[in-house]
Nanobody, 119 residues
Framework: QVQLVESGGGLVQVGGSLRLSCVAS?????????MSWYRQAPGKERELVAR????????NYTDSVKGRFTMSRDNAKNTVYLQMNSLKPEDTAVYYC???????????WGQGTQVTVSS
């Protein structure tokens, strides 16, 4: 089993920044998992925001956040981050950390952290 705990959400004004963190624990080895950030706004489906793509762990981003969001990781701390700059009201959502075991296909989700961007 793998546990994911997100933090760092909050209320920010348009143009502001936040950094989300996701700490993984349990039966977690960074090289075995594809890590992603998703978000879900009220009344909308959950969407992929950013993902580390194996084998080189380069990050892919959804078009709406390119140039504003940066995903990074610290394998020693079993932590992935999402730096969010130039935030817009449409970035308001619950942000979820996701881990997928590359070999077994098991999927894990964090509990989510709320990001609210006020105009």
């Amino acid at each position: 089993q793998v546990q994911l705990v997100e933090s760092g959400g909050g209320l920010v004004q348009v143009g502001g920044s936040l950094r989300l963190s996701c700490v993984a624990s349990g039966n977690f080895r960074p090289s075995n998992f594809v890590m992603s950030w998703y978000r879900q706004a009220p009344g909308k489906e959950r969407e992929l925001v950013a993902r580390f793509r194996p084998p080189d762990n380069s990050a892919n981003y959804t078009d709406s956040v390119k140039g504003r969001f940066t995903m990074s990781r610290d394998n020693a701390k079993n932590t992935v981050y999402l730096q969010m700059n130039s935030l817009k009201p449409e970035d308001t959502a619950v942000y979820y950390c996701n881990a997928v075991n590359r070999w077994l296909g098991h999927v894990y989700w964090g509990q989510g952290t709320q990001v609210t961007v006020s105009s």
